[in-house]
């Protein structure tokens, strides 16, 4: 199981317009009726230095 630790922030508020926009499709794809928002997480810095290397990977692996 993979672990991130961080600080739960504050957002724009733009995912609680985008999710009920479509909560149809992501419940007939997904199978599950989404929060209508999102869950803002500031990684701490030994997590977000892992994220930057693992996008940097997935990158040149494309």
Known sequence: ???????????IGKGAWFVPQYKEK?????GF?????T???LLDK??????????KNQKNSS
């Open 1 to 11: 199981m993979n672990k991130i630790t961080g600080t739960i922030v504050n957002g």
């Open 26 to 30: 992501i419940r007939s794809v997904l």
């Open 33 to 37: 009726t989404p929060f209508p928002g």
């Open 39 to 41: 869950l803002n997480i």
């Open 46 to 55: 030994k997590n977000y230095i892992a994220y930057k290397k693992n996008k």
